[in-house]
């Protein structure tokens, strides 16, 4: 048994032998995880021992930590968060219970669940100083280019913070999950011009997204649970993702121990491209695009043309291979929130064309592309009143609760070592530095103008001489 970072992983039964060029070999252990058929060849000691590297752009098939937190069979099209398939907890849990769960590894008991919503409810409200930044932003700023700025300014207010003590960590995890919802909110209002609201104590966690969203200062607001149920799925759904490009980024960035509110702006920076996070608000932009079932043959013709700027958006899947359980859950969720709602999307119907189209297309079948969790998200957030605009700030909101959780593993477990790749160098060789002269010619306006030496004017009295005293 290996035992790396306090964790172990089985790897002293079997062995991998690679053959250099130079004929030597070199034995790698083999490392199995706690669930799954993936084997882990460790290369750890790899350049130490022969001077090689190995070359992976986009970490295709690199294992960059161990962790304990999400478990995903992509052939299987299987997640787990803690062991708990996300569909079971998407039925039975509430959002802030999935929380808890991804923070601290168990699902908590009545007391310390009820001491945790205690503990999140006190950590809503933000600085009033970083609620008046909010006043500085321009009315058609993205809410995502304010959710990056706001996120990294709560490093001003907590700047003192100590990632190596337990209770400092405890405090930034708590406090980014109870406050960037809030922040996600006051982002929305700021974009719409509308007075930015408080959370309220009696409300749930979604609830109080959907009060600090559409509640004004003007008439009571009385939550939809229809609403509320909806928000709830789709905050446990987009909670964590094990090592995605913005999660990898938030555990590269905290690798430096930089402070942790900085490390998730930066998170939220790396979700916001539309390869990753942005995708929900894409799909919606290509459906209006296509806008009727009629279009679809002929967009579907130019996605396989791979004409320049045209994807199938909220398709494919980098660990999935197979329908991602995701997608599914919130497809299910979107039928039956329109029709609880009442509320009659004909985006819906070229989404469900343009699936039916996509899956029995040897283009989409052969690279096993199937709809992700961005698919089916969008229409259903519509369908509750949230912007276009807002879509990847609800991924941002939802995923800083993995986020968080990752960053607390690391820094626990001490899988601190600072994450620098290698790089395969194509540039120019060595080559010497001919020293020119690079000043420029001066133009009329740009000449010296040398001016006598005069008395400034605030010496203009004279000024008596004291020799002569
Ligand atoms: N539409 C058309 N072709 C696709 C798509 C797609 N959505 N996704 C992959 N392909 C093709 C790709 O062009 C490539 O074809 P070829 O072998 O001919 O070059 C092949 O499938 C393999 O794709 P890849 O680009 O190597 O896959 P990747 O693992 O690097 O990228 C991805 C994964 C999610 C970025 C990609 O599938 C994609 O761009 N999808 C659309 C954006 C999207 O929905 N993103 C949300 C991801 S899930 C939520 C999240 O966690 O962020």
Redesign the pocket.
């Known amino acids: 048994m290996a035992c790396l970072f306090g964790k172990s992983a089985e790897g002293d039964d079997e062995e991998a032998v690679l053959k250099l060029p130079n004929g030597k070999e070199h034995r790698i252990k083999v490392l199995k995880p706690t669930s799954g058929e993936d084997l882990f060849l460790d290369i750890r000691d790899l350049h130490r021992l022969t001077g090689y590297f190995t070359f992976d752009p986009?970490f295709?098939c690199t294992g960059s930590c161990l962790s304990a937190i999400t478990f995903i069979d992509g052939p299987k099209g299987i997640c787990l968060y803690r062991g708990y398939p996300v569909p079971e907890l998407v039925e039975h849990a509430q959002a802030l219970e999935v929380a808890h769960l991804l923070l601290v590894g168990e699902k908590a008991t009545k007391e310390e669940y009820k001491s945790f919503k205690r503990e999140i409810q006190k950590s809503m409200l933000v600085h009033e100083k970083v609620k008046a930044m909010f006043a500085n932003f321009t009315i058609n700023a993205h809410p995502m280019a304010i959710m990056v700025a706001v996120t990294g300014a709560l490093s001003c207010i907590f700047s003192e913070l100590d990632p190596f003590d337990e209770a400092h960590r405890w405090l930034a995890c708590t406090r980014l999950i109870a406050k960037v919802p809030v922040l996600a909110c006051m982002a929305y209002k700021t974009s719409i011009g509308q007075p930015l609201m408080y959370p309220r104590a009696d409300l749930s966690y979604a609830e109080n997204f959907l009060y600090m969203m559409f509640a004004t200062p003007m008439e009571e607001y009385k939550v939809n649970p229809v609403a509320a149920k909806a928000i709830n799925a789709f905050m446990i759904l987009h909670m964590d993702?094990e090592q995605?490009a913005s999660t990898s980024t938030v555990r590269i960035a905290g690798s430096s121990q930089a402070n942790p509110y900085a490390c998730i702006a930066a998170g939220v920076a790396s979700l916001w491209g539309?390869?990753?996070?942005g995708?929900n608000e894409?799909v919606i932009t290509m459906l209006e695009q296509i806008g009727t079932r009629e279009n679809v043959g002929k967009f579907i013709a130019d996605?396989k043309a791979?004409k320049e700027g045209v994807?199938?958006?909220?398709?494919?899947?980098?660990v999935y291979k197979n329908y991602?359980p995701r997608a599914k859950v919130m497809k299910g969720l979107v039928a039956q929130v329109l029709k609880e709602l009442g509320v009659d999307d004909p985006l819906l119907g070229v989404a469900q064309e343009l699936e039916k189209a996509a899956l029995s297309d040897d283009y989409f079948v052969q690279?096993k592309?199937y709809p992700?969790?961005?698919y089916y998200s969008g229409i259903m957030l519509r369908a509750i009143g949230i912007p276009t605009s807002m879509f990847t700030v609800m991924f941002a909101m939802s995923r800083t609760v993995g986020w968080v959780s990752q960053w607390n593993e690391m820094v626990a477990e001490g899988q601190m070592r600072i994450g620098r790749p290698r790089q395969l160098y194509v540039g120019p060789q060595e080559r010497t530095w001919k020293p020119e002269d690079m000043s420029e010619e001066k133009s009329p306006s740009q000449t010296v103008v040398n001016f006598a030496p005069r008395r400034s004017s605030s010496f203009s009295k004279r000024v008596p001489d004291v020799s002569t005293r």
């Open positions: 986009g295709t993702h995605n539309p390869a990753h996070g995708a894409a996605v791979k994807r199938l958006m909220g398709f494919g899947h980098r991602d690279r592309l992700n969790v961005d």
